[in-house]
Every structure is written in structure tokens, then in C-alpha cells.
């Protein structure tokens, strides 16, 4: 006797269900929404009952989709543990692992990790997206990314969070400006245009609070969303700002003034996964790579 539904519809049915619409699963599946729409419709009409139902502005489940939604996540997951298990077996490692993290460690970071790991495993395929910490957490969340390498702290019960690098801040200034400090403290910063990154990210609560600490409260001469962007405002000669030392390139060290800060100032960043995650074989590879990055 053949199943009345496919794994591919279990998928759609559950992501639904955890985002709260068809346009949003549609989005994160990188499908049509009528393609999401007709895959619960085929399966409802499979198992000749109404699965999801209007609820307010969202999408929730009939009591038939509560009953099929815990049978569904667990068949899912026995799914990705046969490909797994199928998978040690073969030569070499296979598969796609699914990464998020900040355009900074995108830029600076993963370029000669994910070289090496092409290198040693070429059937193992990483895809990357970027994204501010909380999007990219809401992805891990929703099964959307495998993985993400985000600045912590992480406001979310679902998932783990490994610690994995401490990354440095640096103050840095134009090469042709007033030379900074051997090691720069927020009062030398106080009669200098600033530019920081935009609000609500990590980084720059991290910064505002080394600054308010010394009971310096200053306001940005330039708030920008691109830590590259920044940095060429810099060499401009618009300012000075504070920024991970991951993101200094050798080139970037010779037309900006880099200095350490007094007292030091530095970002965690850790792994993020869902705690129901089954960390698969490409997982730990990439996650390995990442943790021997150093703290």
C-alpha cells in the first residue's frame, strides 16, 4: 500500500504551520506561493480532510493537522537520518549544509574556510545567507539554515549556542588625521566625528556601551548599514569609528590608523543550531572549521 502523501509535502504542510502562512513558506522554500498552496492541497485531498485553517491573520492547524504535524516532524527527521546514515556510507562526504551569518564574518571569514572544506570534501555543498543576528536565529528556528555563525548573546529557548571566536575591537582613523593613541580610550574620541554601524545590530549596542561607560554618549556623524561602507568613509577623512579587527584587511591597515581600545572591547561569536537539529556529517565538518578559528 502505497502513503497518501510525500516527504516534500510533509515539508510544506509543516513550514506552514511554523511560519504562519503560504507566502512566508513560500519565501523560505524559494517557491511560488500557489506551488506551496497546491502541494496542502494535494495532500489534504489525499487524506480527504482539511489539514490548515484561517486563524485570525494566520494560518493554523484543523484538528486533523494537529494529529498529522507531530507524525510529520518525526517522519521528516527519520528521513534525514536514512540520507545521513546512507550518506557516512558513501566515499568522502555529500550534501548540502545551509549557513547564516553577518556579512563581516561572510566577508572576512568564510572565503578561506569554505575554500579548504571545497577543497578536502567536494561533494559537500555550503550555501550562505547573511543577515542581522535575530533574522538569521528565526531562520535556524524555522529549519530554514542548518547552522548560523551569529554575535551572541541569542534571545531564543530553540536553540543551542556554542561559543566558537572572540573577535577584537579596534578603533580606527584616517592615515593623514591626528595620530591616535598607542591604545585608544573613549575620551579620545570625544571631539571626533563618529561613524558607526546603524542601530540595533550587536555590534553597535556593543560599542554605545563601551562609550557610555567612560560617560561618553555620542551621537554619529554617520550611522551606515555596510562595515565596508564605513570604512571608506574613514579613509575619507569623515570621521573615525570602532570596528571588528576581523573586518581589517592588510590593504585596510595601510590607509587606516588601527589601534587596540583601553579597556579592551571584544564580540562573541558562537554556532547556532535548533536543539532538535541531528548534526550530520557536514554539520560537524563546517563547524569544525569554524571553531578552529580560535577563541
Known sequence: MSLPFTLDQLEVFTLVLDTGSFSAAAHHLGVSQPAVSAQVRELERKLGTRLLERVGRSVGPTPAGVALAGHARALLESGRQAAEAVSSLAKGVSGTVRLGTGATACLH????????????HPALHVVVSTGNTDDIVRQVELNALDLALVTLPVASRAVTVAPALRDEFVAVA?????????????????DIPMVLFEPGSNTRQQVESWLLAAGLRV??????????????????????????????????????????????????L?????????LTR??????????GQGV
Request: hydrophobic share 45%; aromatic share 0%; charged share 30%.
Open 282 to 291: 557536514g554539520m560537524q565538518i563546517l563547524a569544525k572549521a569554524i571553531m
Open 219 to 268: 551621537r554619529p556623524a554617520m550611522e551606515l548599514g555596510s562595515i565596508e561602507a564605513i570604512k571608506e568613509m574613514v579613509s575619507a577623512g569623515l570621521g573615525c569609528s570602532i570596528l571588528p579587527a576581523m573586518a581589517m584587511r592588510d590593504a585596510d591597515r595601510k590607509r587606516l590608523q588601527t589601534r587596540p581600545l583601553k579597556p579592551a572591547l571584544s564580540r562573541e
Open 270 to 278: 558562537g554556532i547556532v543550531m535548533r536543539q532538535d537539529k541531528p
Open 174 to 190: 584616517p592615515i593623514g588625521a591626528e595620530p591616535l593613541p598607542a591604545a585608544v580610550r573613549a575620551r579620545d574620541l570625544a
Open 109 to 120: 571569514l568564510l572565503p578561506p574556510l569554505l575554500q579548504r572544506i571545497r577543497k578536502e
